[in-house]
């Protein structure tokens, strides 16, 4: 699985309640940073599956045209600009990036932003930065706004969690990704990578079968994955395996 269809399900398998909707104010912001910043900047409507490009004069450096509307969550037009490689690092990047939220309390995830350093298929360097509106019925994410500049910072390869607040930023790497599953789930997901059933598992842990399933469904969940194959495909892809 790559890493879009994995971020993809994990985007739009939340649940979403009813709270008030945003949309207005959120479009208005975009448009703002677009004329303000003259970035391209990007809103995806998580609960309605598309997305509008709200093109800033930085549009015109990176070869994109104007204002769009897309039925999609993912800024296609955007997309085909950056190679396969670029790609991957940045879905990859928004995984870290929602995985390293979910270890933050409720009530501080508003205050970081994502920041990436890409380079287009044209050569030009571009700074990625992109936020989460959350539904604070369910506290799932509701919208993601992503904007498109130059590369004002020496970010180039790498992904920053920046706390908005107080300035602190931490690199998203590897070295992190074993943190998704706990010290268990890592043993589970080892041992089903090397082929043990359940039942030697839960030999093999002095635990019961029963507790193995709730382990291997917890990882599921985790990894947004819908089978053992594809969890160990993703934990790989994590370095977790």
Known sequence: MSEQRRLDRMLRDQKFGKSGDLMGEVFDYARAMAEVENVVAVVSDLLHGNSRIFAGRFADTIGLGEYQEENSIWERAVLSLMDDEERELKFMAEIRFLNYLRRQPRNRRGSYCLMTGLRFKSGIDVLHR??????????SVRYAICLYG???????????????????????????DDMILSRRERQIITMINDGMTSEAIARTLCISKH????????ILSKLQCRNSIEACRAAKALNIL
């Open 150 to 176: 130059p590369m004002l910072t020496d970010v180039r390869g790498r992904s920053l969690a920046v706390n908005t607040v107080t300035g602190v930023s931490e690199q998203l790497t590897g070295d992190a």
């Open 211 to 218: 507790t193995v399933s709730r382990h291997r469904q917890q």
């Open 130 to 139: 992109m936020y989460y509106i959350y539904d604070k019925a369910t506290d």
